[in-house]
Nanobody
Framework: VQLQASGGGLVQAGGSLRLSCAAS????????LGWFRQAPGKEREFVAA????????YYTDSVKGRFTISRDNGKNTVYLQMASLKPEDTAAYYC??????????????????WGKGTLVTVSS
């Protein structure tokens, strides 16, 4: 079972990036999919999550209105469209999968599956 994130890079403040995370080894259709990030010297934090059907989405306050999470169950892939990027968005971004939205949002140490990070750097 593998989650592979991609799409990170260097972007100027105000710019946009789209992260993708492709799952392999099993279908993740029944799973909540999400994104976390960890900036240098800081703890990992929840960024966004989307329920299995895609009907509900959740965001941390600092990215509301700027980031959009979506998923394509046919491709076993979750996306994070990031706009109006700020230097404080600089971090390694990780995708994750779990059966529980509560675990994804509040108990990430118990998350079932993690992908390797993709680095996003926003220059001022």
């Amino acid at each position: 079972v593998q989650l592979q994130a991609s799409g990170g890079g260097l972007v100027q403040a105000g710019g946009s990036l789209r992260l993708s995370c492709a799952a392999s080894g099993r279908t993740f259709t029944p799973y909540v999919l999400g994104w976390f990030r960890q900036a240098p010297g800081k703890e990992r934090e929840f960024v966004a999550a989307i329920t299995s059907s895609g009907g509900s989405t959740y965001y941390t306050d600092s990215v509301k209105g700027r980031f959009t999470i979506s998923r394509d169950n046919g491709k076993n892939t979750v996306y994070l469209q990031m706009a109006s990027l700020k230097p404080e968005d600089t971090a390694a971004y990780y995708c994750a999968a779990d059966r529980s939205i509560a675990t994804m949002r509040y108990g990430d140490s118990g998350v079932d599956y993690w992908g390797k990070g993709t680095l996003v750097t926003v220059s001022s």
